[in-house]
């Protein structure tokens, strides 16, 4: 997401979606995709230390890409936006399903 605007959409619809479909706090789903690289997927892991994370990952059939899950407690639906912002600035090559 690369388009500001875009991006600013994005997140408004989603925050808005997030209110609407659960009581807050919650625990979130996140899921991601990175090229496997242990250093991308440590960067993930750290974003989300201290936090009570449960974190898995899985590889692809052919290993060239990992997928990271993350279930945690998260506060609002502001919180679960600033951690996917602060993922897609911090991981290159991220993407956030």
Do not use: C
Not at 25 to 44: A, H, N
Not at 65 to 86: A, C, G, L, Q, W
Request: charged share 30%.
């Amino acid at each position: 997401m690369s388009d500001a605007p875009n991006e600013d959409e994005f997140y408004k619809k989603l925050k808005h979606q997030l209110a609407d479909t659960a009581l807050w706090p919650t625990i979130y789903l996140y899921k991601f995709i990175v090229p496997t690289d242990t250093t991308k997927i440590k960067q993930i892991e750290r974003i989300f230390d201290n936090l009570g994370a449960v974190i898995s990952t899985k590889q692809s059939k052919n290993g060239k890409y990992t997928s990271v899950s993350i279930n945690v407690r998260m506060k609002n639906p502001d919180h679960v936006i600033f951690k996917y912002k602060e993922v897609a600035e911090k991981v290159e090559g991220v993407i956030s399903l």
